[in-house]
């Protein structure tokens, strides 16, 4: 068994960042399930406007708000404006392709992104406006 990637939700803005929330990542709903991720579900957050990486749990957030907000400690490590790639993580005993959704302003879906276009998405830069 190994873990591998099963969900990616790339070049989504922070929206909110709230310190004195208990804890995790909030996603809109919408989000959530285009990358198939769950509610409760473990995720890795990294800021690509810093480099900042976190391990935290997502929080189910309205659907179709867009919103994407770190709560809690994340949010004294990723700021609101940062862009951030959101990653999920399964234990298979086989190969798994990742549902992998490229986000545009105000964290709007874009399109799925395919293995064979891993490293060549530029469409949107990171300094995202909100």
Same mark, same amino acid.
């Given at each position: ?29 919408? !989000? ?58 399964? !234990? ?10 490229? !986000? ?27």
């Amino acid at each position: 068994m190994k873990w591998a990637l099963s969900s990616k939700i790339q070049k989504a803005t922070v929206m909110r960042a709230d310190p004195e929330y208990v804890g995790s990542i909030t996603v809109d709903e919408d !989000l959530m399930d285009r990358a198939g991720l769950w509610a409760g579900e473990r995720v890795m957050v990294v800021s690509s406007t810093t480099g900042a990486r976190l391990e935290t749990y997502v929080i189910t957030g309205e659907r179709g708000g867009g919103d994407i907000c770190l709560n809690g400690p994340a949010a004294l490590l990723i700021k609101q404006g940062e862009i951030v790639t959101i990653m999920g993580f399964t !234990l298979s005993d086989r190969p798994i392709i990742a549902k992998n959704v490229l !986000l545009g302003r105000n964290n709007r879906f874009v399109r799925f992104i395919h293995e064979k276009e891993r490293g060549k998405v530029d469409e949107f830069p990171v300094a995202n406006p909100v």
